[in-house]
């Protein structure tokens, strides 16, 4: 594989379900050049099995590791670490792409690049985020000196799903 554009960073804790969505939603598309970095912290709910199929599926996956760490932040950094392409994109287990929407991004050096997100909590309801919108960076594909990335950022609570629109 020649060194990708993005790399694309999952975090994942016992959300078997969610990282099936996941995964789904980045197979789906069209956009090839990129890796998938998966940084498990030693789920006990089949994950490790999801990860192990997504292995044999594609090409992409570069990198995944099952075993325990310091949390969310500890996995992010980790997965910064491993990290080749130009940009970083933290799509956690459970967030998903709308459509086919990384072929519609142009990775032309810009420094971030961000859309409008859809926030589901679980009852149902949802609401259109603007790009102002602060929680926005943190979902944000960042184009930066891998070497001097780590993350340190918020933290937004589990029973959101995000997805990145156009």
Not at 2 to 25: A, D, Q
Not at 69 to 90: C, P, R, S, V
Not at 104 to 130: C, H, V
Request: aromatic share 14%; net charge negative; no cysteine.
């Amino acid at each position: 594989m020649e060194t990708p554009i993005l790399s694309i960073i999952t975090v994942n804790f016992n959300n078997n379900i969610g990282l099936k969505k996941t995964l789904e939603s980045i197979k789906q598309q069209s956009y090839t050049n990129y890796e998938h970095i998966i940084i498990d912290a030693g789920s006990t709910d089949g994950s490790k099995a999801t990860i192990e199929n997504y292995k044999k599926e594609t090409p992409h996956l570069t990198y995944w590791v099952s075993e325990p760490d310091k949390g969310i932040y500890d996995g992010m950094n980790k997965g910064i670490k491993q990290a080749k392409g130009e940009y970083l994109y933290f799509l956690n287990s459970g967030d998903y792409l709308q459509k086919d929407i990384l072929s519609q991004i142009p990775f032309d050096g810009t420094q971030y690049i961000y859309g409008d997100m859809l926030l589901i909590e679980e009852k149902g309801k949802r609401e259109r985020i603007a790009p102002d919108y602060p929680t926005v960076q943190f979902f944000s594909m960042t184009h930066y000196p891998i070497n001097l990335a780590s993350y340190i950022g918020p933290y937004l609570p589990t029973e959101y799903t995000i997805f990145i629109t156009k």
